[in-house]
């Protein structure tokens, strides 16, 4: 097996795995409609008191984004080889 194959999909899911937990603050601050707004800190601290002040449990979910970023970027990197880059 070629690993430089997959290197498209593994890039993106690598890059999806280390931003996941910015990702997950980032929805909690976009859910908050209306009222008063939490900082950034803020919204880490709750997120980490509210999973068990653990940070593996903050990765909850993670898998299936990880599957997409391989696929959807594993998917575009191969059309990029078939037909050539969009000029």
Known sequence: MNILKYRG???AATGSTLTYPLNVVKIRMQSQLGGN???LICVIK???EERGRKI???YRGAQL???KSFF???IQTAFVKL???VS
Do not use: E, K, Q
Request: hydrophobic share 50%; charged share 0%; proline share 10%.
């Open 65 to 67: 984004n990880i599957m």
């Open 72 to 74: 959807g970027w594993g």
């Open 56 to 58: 593996a449990p903050i």
């Open 83 to 85: 037909f050539g880059p």
């Open 9 to 11: 999909g593994l890039v």
């Open 46 to 48: 709750i997120i980490y």
């Open 37 to 39: 707004f939490s900082s």
